[in-house]
């Protein structure tokens, strides 16, 4: 059975950083691009980061609300996807879910945890 | 950017309806698209993916179609539990972008 669990969500205060973490487990990790999805309270869904696995050169991308404060890496011998999140603004406040991604798109998703960023 | 414009952003229907839930690209997107379903306080679910393939395990009431840069989602007939908020994702070019969400309602 696939399963994602997210930690590291908390409070932090804007400008300060935080990293998530994604364990994964009930697959090959290393063959999946990885990926995280946000939702800010009572809106949709946005997408955010992916990794590709190390056979498509571990490369990553990034929404451009993100892109040079955001980073995703992955351990895969621990199967674990990150995302270390610097210089945080009060608008990243969001549920964070990692994804596995099969086809270009998530198919399986974590229960997701909150990060709030505030004063 | 490539944005995604659902339509209706909200619905109301009644239980046996038949419901057609449309996105639209700002460009061709060929037929890179999925439609995902989340219901309150859980997990969005992938139900279709490359436009209009049925994701394992859904029901065949599910149906996409579409490609370039108008889709739809259709329910063929609806059921209690689908009731929820759906939206489309486009994976062509990056940043993948969601659409804004379609909300369906109980009549």
């Known amino acids: 059975e696939v399963q994602l669990v997210e930690s590291g969500g908390g409070m932090v205060q804007p400008g300060r950083s935080l990293r998530l973490a994604c364990t994964a487990s009930?697959?090959?990790?290393?063959?999946?691009?990885m990926g995280w999805v946000r939702q800010a309270p009572g809106k949709g869904l946005e997408w955010v980061a992916f990794?590709?696995?190390?056979?498509?050169?571990?490369?990553?991308e990034y929404a451009a609300s993100v892109k040079g404060r955001f980073t995703m890496s992955r351990d895969d011998s621990k199967t674990i996807a990150y995302l270390q999140m610097n210089s945080l603004k009060t608008e990243d406040t969001a549920v964070y879910y990692c994804?596995?991604?099969?086809?270009?798109?998530?198919?399986?998703w974590g229960q997701g945890t909150l990060v709030t960023v505030s004063s | 950017d490539i944005q995604m414009t659902q339509s209706p952003s909200a619905m109301s229907a009644s239980v046996g309806d038949r419901v057609t839930i449309t996105c639209r690209a700002s460009?061709?997107?060929?037929?890179?698209l999925a439609w995902f379903q989340q219901k309150p306080g859980k997990v969005p679910k992938r139900l279709i993916y490359?436009?209009?393939i049925l994701q394992s395990g859904v029901p065949s009431r599910f149906s996409g179609s579409g490609s370039g840069t108008e889709f739809t989602l259709t329910i063929g007939s609806l059921q209690p539990e689908d009731f929820a908020t759906y939206y489309c994702?486009?994976?062509?070019?990056?940043?993948?972008?969601f659409g804004q969400g379609t909300r369906l309602e109980i009549k």
């Open positions: 994804t596995r991604v099969t086809l270009l798109a998530p198919d399986y």
């Open positions: 009930g697959f090959t990790f290393g063959d999946y691009t």
């Open positions: 990794i590709r696995s190390k056979a498509y050169g571990g490369t990553t």
């Open positions: 460009q061709d997107i060929s037929n890179y």
């Open positions: 490359a436009a209009s």
């Open positions: 994702l486009q994976h062509n070019s990056y940043p993948f972008t």
